[in-house]
């Protein structure tokens, strides 16, 4: 196999058929195997099944966002370098954009596309054309050689150069079938998401705001409908969405809960002041903890009486404290409600289309650190409907913000 493909894990040198003893011009006869079986040096474990499978996904993101990029930065020489070479040389306007310096690619390139055309590779017209066969390096080339044409539109040249240097090493690894590791994953993800902005790609660029629109959920995230992360529990969120990725730069924070512990003990006071002050509008409604069903939540959990109680009255202690520093204090209200809990949730610029929710549902014997979270995107549909299997499906996150609205209409202010 060439150094391109997957490597095959080792054979064992003691068995049969590996032996230097062998006489000139004698076979070795292989062992006899079951139907099917394929023998136990070629055969990979579960182990190796899942290196192996490990390797594809990262790639397969890895070339989601380096077609992507290539897509945009072919568009963008296209429509800056044609109108100036086009009116003199027609359909050639990519070898006389290429010049003296890029003869050598830009022939090699026009070379492919005649062999692509005689074997019938074109199934686009689109893809008809010289330009469709120059790859990342050579449109950067473009670029770089015509920067005074680009500059009125693109005038992070640095920035530019940078994202495609990084994006060449993750190229490069794809390319070849080589190993792609997570580090370097992220970062050509992060790259390509920067250099799409620069590149003015318009508003539905991958984000790199708060949590990150990837490539991948931006292509079959509808098939979960606006769900864009599960976690196993309130830890495992926050290793990866730290409470100040979710809360810190937030123009309205909505939640609904017993507690709130992922805001009141991950988020500082000084934060939320901070938040509230800059124009920000927080509404938090709390379990009232003098109700009953804050009584039978402790029953549920198995905990002494009066514990869980006196938690939430401490964290709604600490928020008038907050409250009361504010200068608007009706930018930032409290609410408490006295119904059976049912869920918590975070409710993070939830008027608008980059939205983000944390939800999680409460299980009887489950504390909430405990429970499984489900991350839900507003703008992962824009709160539109999307079409899933030819149905009509609508996001989850419309169904918890008008949840939490009529619980909102239903609480009391707290003092």
């Not at 997570?182 to 003015?200: D, I, K, S, T, Y």
Request: hydrophobic letters at 40%.
């Amino acid at each position: 196999m060439g150094s391109g493909g997957l490597e095959l894990p080792p054979g064992d040198e003691g068995r049969e058929g590996s032996s230097t003893d062998v006489p000139p011009g004698a076979v070795s006869l292989a062992r006899p195997m079951n139907a099917g079986a394929i023998g136990p040096e070629l055969e990979w474990d579960a182990e190796a099944w899942h290196e192996v499978r490990t390797r594809a996904q990262r790639a397969g993101r890895a070339y989601i966002w380096l077609n992507l990029v290539e897509q945009r930065l072919r568009a963008v020489v296209a429509a800056v370098l044609r109108p100036v070479y086009e009116p003199v040389h027609g359909d050639d306007w990519v070898v006389a954009a290429a010049g003296p310096a890029g003869q050598e690619w830009v022939q090699r390139a026009v070379a492919v596309r005649e062999v692509s055309r005689r074997k019938g590779y074109l199934l686009d017209p689109a893809d008809d054309n010289v330009l469709s066969f120059l790859t990342l390096p050579q449109l950067r080339e473009l670029m770089v050689q015509h920067w005074p044409c680009f500059e009125p539109y693109v005038d992070e040249r640095r920035e530019v150069e940078l994202a495609l240097d990084e994006l060449e090493v993750t190229r490069n690894v794809v390319s070849r079938n080589r190993a792609l590791s997570e580090a370097v994953l992220n970062q050509a993800e992060r790259a390509a998401a920067r250099l799409l902005e620069v590149l003015g790609a318009g508003s539905d660029v991958p984000s790199t705001r708060r949590l990150p629109v990837d490539a991948v959920e931006d292509l079959v995230g509808d098939r979960y409908a606006d769900v864009v992360a599960v976690h196993s529990d309130r830890v495992r969120l926050l290793r990866q969405f730290p409470a100040e990725d979710l809360f810190g730069s937030a123009r309205r924070v909505d939640a609904l809960g017993i507690g709130l512990n992922l805001l009141v003990q991950n988020f500082s006071g000084r934060r939320l002041l901070r938040l509230a002050e800059a124009g920000g509008r927080v509404r938090l409604l709390f379990l009232n903890p003098a109700s009953s069903a804050i009584k039978r939540r402790e029953r549920e959990l198995g905990i002494k009486r009066g514990e869980l109680s006196r938690a939430v009255e401490m964290n709604i202690l600490h928020m008038r404290r907050v409250r009361a520093r504010l200068r608007d204090p009706g930018a930032f209200e409290i609410q408490v409600f006295d119904e059976t809990p049912r869920f918590t949730a975070y409710l993070v610029d939830g008027d608008g289309a980059d939205g983000i929710a944390v939800v999680q549902s409460y299980l009887r014997r489950t504390r909430g650190m405990e429970a499984p979270v489900l991350v839900l995107r507003n703008g992962r549909n824009g709160g539109r409907v999307v079409k899933s299997d030819q149905t009509d499906e609508g996001g989850l996150f419309p169904t918890y913000r008008e949840e939490f609205e009529l619980m909102w209409a239903d609480s009391r202010p707290v003092s």
